[in-house]
């Protein structure tokens, strides 16, 4: 059994015979700062798995390393592993590559999304500008624990609207507040009834968009006066359905009352969704409406895609409830109303 410090030795034998490369002084140096900011036992370097003769056949100039790195607070229990890659010409003329080499993050186990992102750390527009001669690993290892703890918290955030997600593809039409039956809402929250809403206030309800697990359900209602926006919103919140989604309320609304428009928009977790939305709104030309999009995440990240079907969650609903209709047209998209 290799002592507790045998890693540490051979992580400084690499080191010192960096140091007396003169090429190489910047990468030593490095390692002694990501040493000093993680402390000696996080970084080691690395060996590739005995059966893996790729690894052993690869350019023996490359520098690998691994880094293990602890969650951001409040998840430091949470540890990943890194491998670290230094191509000859680092950092001169060429970026180093991060590896997640974690295959679990907690009890979720690591995509191909997120393992490819990290791949692209250094040669993506979302992830760290590399400058020739600088060396950034700090940088690099930073942005990955970001997007690792982002990740996590989707899927924490996930275990319960996964199921929600997973029901809803079986079966599109039964998604909707309107099919849950009353009592069971009062059965599974007797102490939150739903909170009330203006008279004759209805709401249109789009069939869910789905796509890799996820779900996205839009709503909209009319609304003749800014104080009835948060009774409707503070109503859709109380209802168990929507609130245990990852975001639940998305919403955008713009109200004219006399000659001033009034408007305002809420991205509910979901940065820029809801100024998406009011864009939408502006563009469209729709007044006097509420439109809510609640999204159910399923595990996947979906990229740029998501936005993509949160306008089109809101533009369903408002063609449902007919405020996209020029006078005279009758014509209606599939989804429900439910009036209150």
């Not at 609640?294 to 895609?305: N, Q, V, W």
Request: negative net charge.
């Amino acid at each position: 059994m290799s002592h507790p410090t045998d890693h540490i030795e051979e992580l400084q034998q690499l080191i010192d015979n960096l140091l007396l490369q003169p090429e190489h002084e910047q990468v030593a140096s490095e390692i002694q700062v990501l040493q000093s900011i993680y402390g000696d036992d996080a970084v080691r370097t690395w060996h590739p798995p005995a059966n893996d003769s790729r690894r052993r056949s690869e350019d023996v100039a490359t520098i690998r390393y691994e880094v293990s790195l602890s969650l951001p607070s409040p998840h430091e229990d949470v540890a990943i592993r890194v491998l670290v890659s230094l191509p000859p010409t680092y950092p001169v003329s060429s970026p180093p590559q991060l590896q997640l080499l974690s295959r679990y993050i907690g009890a979720f186990a690591v995509d191909s999304g997120l393992f490819g992102s990290i791949l692209r750390t250094f040669i993506s527009i979302t992830g760290i500008e590399w400058t020739a001669d600088t060396v950034c690993v700090f940088d690099g290892l930073q942005n990955v624990l970001e997007r690792c703890l982002a990740w996590y918290e989707d899927h924490l955030s996930a275990d319960v609207a996964g199921e929600l997600a997973r029901e809803d593809s079986k079966d599109h039409n039964e998604f909707n507040t309107t099919n849950i039956p009353a009592p069971d809402v009062e059965k599974e929250s007797p102490k939150a009834p739903l909170a009330s809403m203006p008279a004759g206030i209805q709401i249109f309800v789009a069939d869910a968009i789905l796509d890799r697990k996820s779900s996205f359900v839009g709503r909209a209602c009319r609304v003749s006066h800014p104080s009835e926006v948060p009774l409707v919103l503070s109503h859709l919140s109380s209802d168990k359905r929507i609130s245990r989604a990852a975001h639940p309320i998305i919403n955008a609304w713009r109200c004219q009352v006399g000659a001033v428009i009034h408007q305002d928009n809420d991205d509910d977790g979901e940065t820029a969704a809801g100024g998406r939305l009011a864009h939408l709104l502006q563009i469209l030309e729709v007044n006097n409406v509420l439109v809510v999009v609640t999204r159910y995440f399923g595990g996947i990240h979906l990229g740029p895609d998501r936005f993509k079907h949160i306008n089109q969650a809101a533009r369903n609903a408002l063609e449902i409830g007919g405020f996209l209709e020029e006078p005279g047209d009758s014509k209606k998209s599939n989804g429900r109303a439910k009036k209150h």
